[in-house]
């Protein structure tokens, strides 16, 4: 099948266009607002987009309470979605109105960050602190606004708990991150295994 998307006529029951592009990680965002008020919200569009310097991307689709606070305080925390934390990620999910603190709502521990002000989840195997470097509302290929928002934050702090360490390394097998699928599906990532890249072949003697 073929479909082109200012149509989006695919003619299926669901829109296939998040299903395709997936597994995407969860982009578990932690938030403070100017009321002191606390945010957690789990957001599909989520990414590390580079490594030096570090930086990651979670995108909006419209307004929503974590890019306001973000945008009107500068910080946010990324918070780790393993499998054991799935139900308090869907139950943070929860549309409610501005200022409803999630982590209560989800039974969980609220842990104010290091060195932004912002909180995290106490039970995340991991963590990392960010500040905000960029803020884009995304644009047509008409040149117009979207009702999308990038958020890019480059990560000053990083915490990792010390039972998915082993051997010098973040054990993604002992840490069984949840990816986010098309429609309502979700993944766990397993088996894990090692795939080395592939050496250049040697040149050949040129003399």
């Known amino acids: 099948m073929f479909y082109d998307t200012a149509s989006n006529a695919h003619g299926l029951a669901h829109d296939p266009f998040k299903a395709i592009v997936a597994p995407r990680p969860i982009g578990w965002i932690g938030t403070k607002g100017r009321d002191g008020s606390y945010n957690l919200s789990p957001y599909s569009f989520f990414n590390a987009v580079s490594d030096r310097p570090k930086i990651v991307m979670f995108s909006s689709s419209g307004r929503k309470d974590s890019l306001r606070n ?31 603190d999630e982590f209560s709502i989800a039974g969980l521990t609220p842990v104010l960050a290091q060195l932004v002000d912002a909180p995290y ?31 890019f934050g480059q990560v000053v702090g990083i915490h990792i708990h010390e039972r998915v360490i082993q051997d010098g390394r973040f054990d993604v097998s002992l840490a069984r991150p949840v990816t986010r699928l098309g429609y309502m599906d979700y993944a766990e990532i397993q088996p894990v295994f090692e795939l080395l890249r592939p050496q250049a072949p040697a040149k050949p003697d040129q003399r």
């Not at 990324?78 to 109105?97: G, I, R, W």
């Open 121 to 151: 989840v106490g039970e995340a195997h991991a963590v990392l602190e960010c500040r905000v470097t960029e803020i884009h509302t995304l644009k047509t290929i008409e040149g117009e606004d979207s009702d999308s928002h990038a958020v």
């Open 70 to 100: 973000a945008q009107e305080t500068g910080v946010f925390t990324a918070n780790f979605v393993s499998a054991d934390l799935l139900q308090p990620m869907n139950a943070s999910s929860v549309a409610v109105p501005y200022g409803t």
